[in-house]
Structures are given as structure tokens and as C-alpha cells.
Nanobody, 131 residues
Framework: QVQLVESGGDLVQPGGSLRLSCAAS????????????IGWFRQAPGKEREGVGC????????YYPPSVKGRFTISKNNAEATVHLHMNNLTPDDTAIYYC????????????????????WGQGTQVTVSS
């Protein structure tokens, strides 16, 4: 079992920036974030949960959908078991609850893009972009 805790959500003006954090932990002493692919998702009121990016387990390869590419960046610190989502040039359309998700893949090189790819989820953190 893996626990994920997001933080960093806030109210920000259009054009602003935020950094979200996802802290991973487990009661299993063998737990290493190196073996987990991570995804960031968001869900706005009345809309389906959508992916905003993912990062592979250990190679650090990332993927971003067109809606956020060039504005969002994911970084993964396996030693600290933390993943960050750096968001720049935010617009009101970015308003949503943001979730991080993890999936055990071992040394897998895939960047997992779908909600159904992930077994572990955090509770979410609210990001509101408004003037």
C-alpha cells in the first residue's frame, strides 16, 4: 500500500505560477519511488478527470498533453520520494482539483497516461486561477 499526499494548491491570478508537491510513503520497508510511474491529473466541476502529465519510474521521461505542454513540468526526486508539478502561465481553464497517482512498474519505461493505469491516488489539492 502506498500513500500519496498532495500539497501546494492555492488561489493564483491568471498568468501566475504554482508548484504542487506529491509526497509518497509506505509502511513497506522495501518501498522505493524508483519503481513507480507517476501521473498528475485534474478534475474540474462537472468534468471528467484528465491527465496533465506523467513521468516514468526511473528514467525521468515525461509526457504532457497539448493543453499544458510548454507550461507544466513534472520533476521526480526518488531519494526524497517526492514528485513536483510546476505550473506556469496559468489560466482560469486550469482551475481544478489536482491529483497525483502512482503505479508500481518496476523498471518499466512507460509513461502511463490513463486514469485506469494507476492503483494509488492522493486526496487532491485545489488550484483556483482567478483575478
Amino acid at each position: 500500500q502506498v500513500q500519496l499526499v498532495e500539497s501546494g494548491g492555492d488561489l493564483v491570478q491568471p498568468g501566475g505560477s504554482l508548484r504542487l508537491s506529491c509526497a509518497a510513503s509506505s509502511a513497506d520497508s522495501r518501498f522505493k519511488l524508483d519503481y513507480y510511474a507517476i501521473g498528475w491529473f485534474r478534475q474540474a466541476p462537472g468534468k471528467e478527470r484528465e491527465g496533465v502529465g506523467c513521468i516514468t519510474a526511473s528514467h525521468g521521461t515525461t509526457y504532457y498533453p497539448p493543453s499544458v505542454k510548454g507550461r507544466f513540468t513534472i520533476s521526480k526526486n526518488n531519494a526524497e520520494a517526492t514528485v513536483h508539478l510546476h505550473m506556469n502561465n496559468l489560466t482560469p481553464d486550469d482551475t481544478a482539483i489536482y491529483y497525483c497517482a502512482a503505479e508500481l512498474v518496476g523498471y518499466g519505461v512507460a509513461c502511463l497516461r490513463r486514469v485506469s493505469d494507476y492503483a494509488y491516488w492522493g486526496q487532491g489539492t485545489q488550484v483556483t486561477v482567478s483575478s
